[in-house]
């Protein structure tokens, strides 16, 4: 059974920094890409970034410069850090694997606010 559990999400002030975390069990980890996507109240749940097996990561424009992706396969685990946070960032962010059908976690909130 696959599970992607997110943490790591909270409040911050504008131009603050988190790190988020998506740990994944029931695959095997290494040969899939994996996904960040976000959801804000009202809107549509977009792509943040995506990490292939092999590492390539590709951004939203809004992100690019600000978030980076990346991946530790021994602890099957997916991050997300997140610099530069703006107002605009504030959603819930949501981890995702594609094994032959779409996973996803449960989400984890992030709030950018003074």
């Known amino acids: 059974q696959v599970q992607l559990v997110e943490s790591g999400g909270g409040l911050v002030q504008p131009g603050g920094s988190l790190r988020l975390s998506c740990a994944a069990s029931g695959i095997i980890f290494s040969i899939y890409a994996m996904g960040w996507y976000r959801q804000a109240p009202g809107k549509q749940r977009e792509l943040v970034a995506t990490?292939?097996?092999?590492?390539?990561?590709n951004y939203a424009d809004s992100v690019k410069g600000r978030f980076t992706i990346s991946r530790d396969n021994a602890k099957n685990t997916v991050y997300l850090q997140m610099n530069s946070l703006k107002p605009d960032d504030t959603a819930v962010y949501f981890c995702?694997?594609?094994?032959?059908?779409?996973?996803w976690g449960q989400g984890t909130q992030v709030t950018v606010s003074s």
């Open positions: 990490i292939t097996k092999g590492g390539s990561t």
């Open positions: 995702n694997v594609v094994v032959v059908n779409d996973y």
